[in-house]
């Protein structure tokens, strides 16, 4: 949908969904609503740019956090764009920091089901993930988020969720799940912030921790 008004928000999640922000679609491509309840309050900070949506949250119990919702464009020239706009958020915010969405980008060979990669690209992806000190948080529920047509599909990890180790630090016990869905070739994911749920003893090491201070 090129244009949201609130009164459509409000239609199709609900009245507690008061505040919300959104990157317009073109035609058929793209489109970004993050929308939040109202106990949540204003955002401290908003920010909409090509390919993504920022919004700085402050819970009345928790640092503020940011989080950066995405849509990964196609073209391998907006693709460098789009990786390029994450650097450039993440200069613009500190502290907290998560971002999720349908990248359109894999980094790992497991991403992908068959051995047409774009090592080129996957390379790029994996470098920013490092330079701006982000690491996935591992998804239950399946290995793959979208499925491709045909009689042999495509299937790869295109949605996820990415977060900066300060982001875990607020919410060490936070759970990724993915759901079933009969109207979209995407696998919808619901991301539990998981102050209820006990700690989760995880080990990991991410390629860019030996750079940090203090390692």
Known sequence: MEHL???IVLSVLGSTFSHYISVPSVGASGGILVAWTHDLGPARSTRVDTYSALVQFQPADRNPWWLTCVYGPQGNEEKIQFLQELRAIRSACSG?????GDF??????????NANLNRAMMGRFRR???????KELP??????????GGTHPTLSKLDRVFCCMDWENEFP????????SMDSDHCPLILGLGDLLP???RFHIEAFWPQL???
């Open 5 to 7: 008004s609130q009164r």
């Open 96 to 100: 907290p920091w998560a971002v999720l």
């Open 104 to 113: 359109n980008l894999i980094y790992k060979d497991e991403d992908k089901n």
């Open 128 to 134: 920013t993930l490092d330079d701006l000190a982000l």
């Open 139 to 148: 998804l239950t529920g399946c290995k793959y988020t979208w499925t491709g």
């Open 173 to 180: 016990n936070c759970l990724l799940q993915s759901t079933a």
């Open 199 to 201: 700690g989760k003893g």
């Open 213 to 215: 201070d203090g390692f």
